[in-house]
């Protein structure tokens, strides 16, 4: 029921609106019910305590009748015996207020009216008795009102008494039925409140849990469904038991999730393509560059017949122009492979040392050419390294032609060092300076900076995006510190043992 | 006696510069424009070092290498492997095939005629 409940919720056909106005109604019926249920059971037992008072006022009407019969046969008796006027008086008073206490009684008697006659047909007698004795007492006949009382009166009272007592026993008696009916009908609306109450409460939990797993469950779904989007994972579909408006937006994401994992595919297969094409484009330039600069060599080295001082210079621009436009295919080559996941490093036990002091010497012949000197500062315990050198080299050979290419005064250094786990090298100069502005561009593709005075110095502007490239490879990083003027110094920090080549998007 | 240098390579431009290189410098050239011709003449002439483009029509030059090779009065002669195609794990693939050594176009010819002389004075020492 755990799932089947709150899909079945999710299936029906209509809006969360509905639903959960629906649910919410019969929320509030179930309420209702339980108040109806409960003013009904109050009615009823107002209704068994009314009638157990009645039963209380009767018993009581009965004592005191029973109270005023012994009263009255008391004053009778008296009245033999103290032969007083205002005794007689009194007896005969006495004996008239039966007619208040047989109409009260007969108010509330109900079914014991049939005992009520018979006791006022008793006390009609004793009262035509009581006057005639009264009579008998006053006319001084003593010893014949004493005959009568004895002969009649006694054998009246004992029959009197008898009935009154037995119209108490009965209102007693009901009474007690009254009280145990009324215990017993408490007792079942009790059972009757608890259990519509309960079954209240039992649905109106089941109806929440359906609905509001019905609305969480996909909402969850699609929640992981968007993470996965953002985590690049397209194309992957959910199942959303719902009919409503959440459904409709599991559809709409799971149409979105395919035309999104069609576009990367398609995006995919275009930078592959670009790839691919640069690829084949920079290697359809070789074969050509290949032969201009094979037969420039071949004249300039007399293969051809001799060639004059002249010649000789205008050669030299050509083969210098061939070497230029080689390097810019080279890099696009470079990047090319690097964007197609085809770089693959050959990683092997290297010493910076000697790379770094390898890349000075090849770049010296420059350096003195524009009157430059380059300060070289390594630490003699410089540890050997796991990486590719050869690309290593590459990044080393462009921070140094880079820093004498854009420094006309002062010098290059060379500095590096070693911690657990990286090594860091730094190439300074007291060139321009790069703007802040800049700082983070110049490691992007075709960037130079847009400035006449750079705009001279030939490069590829693919060198240092190359160079990031290749750290990142190495699972490492590079950077620039530089102010306006002031001069530039680029630093990499590379891993000193790389096991794996990393992934670079 | 000059030595004799094997060309294999279907483009006549770097045919020739290589043709005009070698001979300036005293070399016999014998010269061949797909992979099965230099196979062939190869087997036939018996040169002292063969020069290999990697992409040939026909069978490529990998294949080419393999089956020189192949050939026991061919095993030990130098193969230098040339291409423009600078992919990675080309290299590795050359030396594979039985190559001696690798040199990506565009080469400078001093440094290619300094390679070759290399091999071929190791070649004489074995």
Redesign the interface.
């Known amino acids: 029921m755990i799932d089947w409940l709150p899909r079945r919720v999710a299936r029906l056909p209509v809006g969360i609106h509905t639903k959960l106005l629906v649910s919410i109604l019969s929320m509030v019926v179930m309420f209702v019910a339980v108040g109806a249920v409960g003013l009904l059971v109050l009615r009823d037992s107002d209704k068994r305590a009314t009638e157990l008072v009645g039963l209380q006022q009767k018993i009581a009407a009965y004592r005191q009748l029973q109270n005023n019969t012994t009263e009255q046969l008391y004053a009778l008796a008296s009245a033999l015996i103290i032969t007083d006027e205002r005794q007689l008086d009194a007896t005969q008073r006495q004996l008239n207020r039966f007619t208040y206490d047989f109409d009260r009684a007969q108010f509330i008697a109900g079914k014991d009216s049939a005992l009520i006659e018979q006791i006022r047909g008793a006390y009609a007698e004793l009262i035509d008795i009581g006057s005639e004795i009264i009579g008998l007492i006053r006319a001084g006949q003593t010893r014949d009102a004493q005959a009568l009382q004895l002969e009649r009166v006694a054998p009246l009272s004992d029959r009197l008494k008898r009935q009154i007592y037995s119209l108490i026993n009965n209102a007693e008696a009901e009474m007690v039925s009254s009280a145990g009916l009324s215990n017993r009908h408490y007792r079942l609306s009790q059972t009757v409140l608890i259990g519509v109450a309960l079954s209240s409460i039992l649905f109106a939990l089941i109806v929440g849990y359906a609905i509001s797993k019905s609305l969480t469950v996909p909402v969850q779904q699609m929640y992981e469904r968007f993470n996965g989007i953002a985590h690049g994972e397209f194309g992957e579909r959910i199942e959303v038991a719902n009919q409503d408006e959440l459904g409709e937006l599991a559809r709409g994401l799971n149409h979105m999730s395919e035309e999104l994992d069609q576009l990367y595919h398609q995006l995919e297969l275009a930078s592959e393509h670009k790839s691919q094409f640069l690829?084949n484009m920079s290697?359809e330039l070789?074969?050509?560059?290949?032969?201009?600069?094979?037969?420039t060599?071949?004249i300039s080295?007399g293969?051809?017949g001799p060639v004059p001082e002249e010649i000789q210079e205008v050669l030299g621009r050509v083969v210098q122009n061939?070497h230029h436009l080689?390097g810019l295919i080279n890099a696009v080559?470079d990047l090319s492979?690097i964007e197609a996941g085809?770089?693959?490093l050959t990683l092997d036990d290297y010493d910076l040392r000697s790379l770094i002091q390898d890349a000075v010497v090849a770049v010296e012949p420059l350096a003195e050419e524009k009157g430059l000197k380059i300060q070289v500062d390594l630490p003699p315990d410089l540890p050997r390294g796991l990486g590719d050198a050869q690309r290593i080299t590459q990044v080393l050979l462009n921070l140094l032609g880079n820093a004498l290419k854009f420094t006309e005064t002062g010098q290059i250094g060379v500095s590096a060092s070693a911690d657990p786990t990286m090594f860091r090298v730094e190439v300074s100069d007291t060139g321009p300076g790069i703007p802040a502005e800049e700082q983070s561009r110049i490691f992007e593709e075709f960037h130079q900076i847009d400035n006449s005075s750079t705009r001279e110095k030939s490069g590829t502007g693919l060198g240092l995006a190359i160079g990031r490239k290749i750290l990142q490879l190495h699972g490492g990083e590079i950077g620039v510190k530089s102010e306006s003027e002031r001069g530039s110094t680029f630093w990499f920090e590379l891993p000193r043992s790389v096991a794996q080549q990393k992934d670079v998007a | 006696m000059s030595k004799t240098i094997l060309i294999i390579e279907d483009q006549e431009d770097n045919r020739r510069i290589l043709r005009d290189l070698l001979q300036s410098t005293g070399f016999e050239i014998l010269e061949a424009t797909s992979g099965l011709d230099g196979v062939a003449l190869a087997i036939d002439r018996q040169p002292d070092l063969i020069l290999m483009d990697l992409q040939l029509p026909g069978i490529d030059g990998y294949e080419a290498t393999r089956r020189l090779r192949a050939s026991s009065a061919l095993a030990r002669t130098p193969i230098v492997a040339v291409t423009s195609f600078a992919l990675s794990g080309d290299e590795a693939k050359a030396f594979e095939a039985g190559c001696d050594a690798y040199i990506t176009k565009p080469y400078s010819p001093r440094a290619l005629l300094a390679r070759v002389r290399e091999l071929l004075d190791q070649s004489a020492e074995t």
């Open positions: 690829a290697h070789r074969t050509p560059l290949n032969a201009i600069l094979g037969y060599e071949l080295d293969i051809y061939g080689l080559l492979k085809q770089l693959v």
